[in-house]
């Protein structure tokens, strides 16, 4: 069956330094990959989506790579704030009807 | 852009009660629309999608049901409620590559 795997559940940085989150998958070949983000109580919003042709997508301090052999995203926050700590998403498309499927995800905790 | 709205957002209900949640849609037409829900720490889990009116598509066999009586309407319904039922349930509506979510429900069953 299909997993999904993100990094430990918790990551806590400085403020700064760059957060590097990790979304794993089996059983799977999604041809888009999609990154959100989701505040305590709050509904996702979508940050950035790779496509399984594309290595690296950029988008300000955020920056997304995908390797399709490895089966592997990974979720960059460069020069993080502690404005960025919340829980982020990722979410795998076959692209054929939209449906998504998530990981856990990962919480960020930023310290100033 | 859309702009998707829940309610309540909130809900406390007894075991074996009816359940009805509903979301709309705005600034979009004949989206995709999903139902979801997420237990605590975890991932969403997709319950049902529906691509046009009166089109329902269940993905994980429960007592809840979902129906879309108008394009930018869908709702999850229930007759009886258990209490494995309780989570926080997100409405999302999708346009091409991309899915928006509302503010959820945070439905607790006692």
């Known amino acids: 069956s299909q997993k999904i795997e993100q990094n430990s559940e918790a990551l806590n940085i400085q403020e700064g330094k760059t957060a590097t989150l990790t979304c794993n998958y089996t059983n799977y070949s999604p041809a888009y990959l999609q990154w959100y983000r989701q505040d305590p109580g709050r509904g996702p919003v979508f940050l950035l989506l790779?496509?399984?042709?594309?290595k690296e997508k950029r988008k300000e301090r955020l920056k997304v790579t995908f390797d399709t052999t490895l089966k592997q995203s990974l979720f960059h926050i460069t020069a993080s704030q502690p404005a960025d700590s919340a829980t982020y998403l990722c979410a795998l498309g076959s692209g054929d009807d939209y449906k998504l499927s998530f990981g856990a995800g990962t919480t960020v905790t930023v310290r100033a | 852009s859309q702009t998707i709205h829940q309610w309540p957002a909130t809900l406390v209900q007894p075991v074996g009660s009816p359940l009805s949640l509903e979301c709309t849609v705005e600034?979009?037409?004949?989206?995709?629309l999903y139902w979801y829900r997420q237990a605590a720490g975890r991932g969403l889990q997709l319950l049902f999608y529906?691509?046009?009116?009166?089109?329902i598509s269940s993905e994980v066999p429960q007592n809840l049901s979902a129906s879309r009586p108008q394009d930018r309407q869908f709702i999850l319904s229930s007759k009886k409620l258990l209490l494995s039922d309780s989570g926080f349930y997100l409405c999302g509506a999708g346009e091409a590559d991309t899915q928006y979510f509302g503010p959820g429900t945070r439905l607790t069953v006692l």
């Open positions: 529906s691509v046009g009116i009166g089109q």
């Open positions: 790779i496509r399984e042709n594309e």
């Open positions: 600034g979009t037409s004949n989206p995709n």
